[in-house]
């Protein structure tokens, strides 16, 4: 299957990545997990923006830097980074080839984000998604969440994220 991605240089993007499976890891594994994103920050630097970490799937919003469009490479590495030391799932011959653990799902969605609505929607969607699945009543109650920080930067609004309807929320 060929797939084709949007590359801009510079860009913002919304991703969400799951795990092999919907198993419910992350957040067990968080300090692995949030190793796996300094150790890629450093080797090739972006702005996290926004990032929720669920038990079996992660949302985030990135802003790549001027003249760079790799995500796919970040996201190599952050994978990569998290599995190593994992005992692996079962791996069919064709990731066994890869280098692959049965850790992650193969690939992962992306969305180029359009202009300034669609970043707010997608913000939002990020920080109510622990809301959406049942983990907490709001999204503040949420510790693996970047909502505080987004509060604390004008981002989003405190009251007003919680009281949006679920519905409308869907963007996965």
């Not at 693996?144 to 996965?172: F, T």
């Amino acid at each position: 299957m060929e797939y084709r991605r949007f590359y801009q240089p510079g860009a913002r993007y919304f991703f969400t990545v799951v795990t092999e499976n919907r198993k419910p890891i992350l957040i067990d594994h968080i300090e692995r997990l949030r190793a796996a994103f300094r150790l890629c920050l450093s080797r090739y630097p972006f702005e996290i923006e926004a990032i929720v970490i669920l038990p079996d799937h992660l949302h985030t919003l990135w802003k790549l830097p001027d003249g760079d469009t790799d995500f796919s490479k970040r996201w190599m590495v952050i994978k990569r980074k998290f599995s190593s030391g994992l005992p692996g799932g079962a791996v069919n011959s064709s990731k066994a080839q890869k280098r692959e653990k049965g850790i992650w799902q193969r690939r992962f969605w992306e969305h180029y984000i359009r202009d300034e609505k669609d970043w707010q929607h997608h913000m939002d969607y990020i920080h109510f998604n622990p809301v959406k699945h049942g983990y907490v009543s709001k999204p503040q109650e949420w510790q693996h969440s970047s909502y505080q920080q987004a509060v604390r930067k004008g981002w989003s609004e405190i009251d007003a994220i919680h009281e949006k309807n679920p519905r409308d929320m869907n963007y996965e």
